[in-house]
């Protein structure tokens, strides 16, 4: 039964400091940094007709912010939160209901949102998944990682790197490792890596620590030259070990998912690192 105490409105500037504390005490994801308080000014300025929070007499529930698009013509959810003390009163359920009624209203036939923890709560509210953006995770730290056997491991430089780049097939693959290498090259240079066996080269893997979480790296680029990634991302793994590094994690297509859970990576849910879900809700308008 829908809860008659709650009601939903328009988001004004006056609420914005209540949306903050509802991010803040929901604990999502970017949310508590301080350019997030700068976005919801922004939304609530520039589309004030699209954005909602729900309240119990005047304290603010929840909030939902979204961005209207229009190639294609769709609004984006961009943020939607309950305080955790009005769980179960079907806060999330009646802004969304609130933004597809303004939707059909305006016939905009699509709502989109991209979300790494709450896919199934949009599931549940008719939206179909679209594309996974996988990333996956795997904790170093108290596990056996063994020194590479057969393999040379160095750090990247100038001189190295150029010379990698006649291995890459494409144009497109090139600027992609100078943009990680280059990127990050003055901040982790011990995690920019080329790993040999004796002459043969079987590729190079490029690392930055997270600067939310420094006991985590990021494995930016990495391209092995031979039939398997595995040589690689070993080696990074135990150099990464070796500077007192917790947890190892990339980002990867769907169809690696099976292979690198064989590594030991499993589907990043953490909330410094994360898969990210687009689902997208078709409306008849």
């Avoid at 985590?216 to 990074?236: K, L, Q, W």
């Amino acid at each position: 039964m829908p809860d008659t105490e709650i009601e939903i409105r328009a988001l004004a500037l006056e609420d914005v400091l209540g949306v903050m504390r509802v991010c803040n005490q929901a604990f999502l994801e970017g949310a508590r940094y301080p350019r997030m308080g700068a976005s919801v000014v922004r939304y609530v300025r520039e589309h004030p007709e699209w954005q909602w929070g729900a309240f119990d007499g005047g304290e603010l529930l929840g909030f939902l912010l979204t961005e209207p698009r229009e190639e294609p013509a769709r609004v984006a959810i961009r943020l939607i939160a309950t305080d955790p003390g009005a769980q179960g009163r079907g806060v999330g359920r009646r802004l969304v209901s609130a933004l597809e009624d303004r939707a059909r209203a305006e016939g905009v036939p699509l709502l989109s949102v991209g979300t790494p923890f709450a896919s199934g709560f949009y599931e549940k509210c008719g939206f179909d998944c679209t594309r996974v953006h996988l990333k996956m995770i795997r904790e170093i730290i108290r596990r056996p990682v063994p020194r590479p056997a057969g393999v040379t491991v160095r750090t990247l430089d100038y001189d190295s790197a150029a010379g990698v780049l006649g291995k890459f097939a494409d144009e497109e693959s090139r600027a992609e490792f100078l943009n990680a290498f280059l990127g990050n090259f003055r901040e982790d240079r011990g995690l920019a890596l080329l790993v040999e066996k004796g002459d043969e080269l079987l590729g190079v893997a490029v690392g930055r620590v997270k600067e939310s979480y420094r006991d985590f790296v990021e494995i930016v680029f990495h391209r092995a030259f031979g039939e398997s990634p595995e040589p690689v991302v070993r080696a990074f793994e135990y150099t990464a070990s070796t500077m007192g590094l917790r947890h190892v994690g990339l980002a990867l297509p769907e169809d690696s998912e099976d292979l690198f859970a064989g590594f030991g990576y499993r589907r990043a849910e953490e909330d410094y690192f994360w898969t990210m879900y687009t689902l997208e809700k078709r409306l008849d308008v």
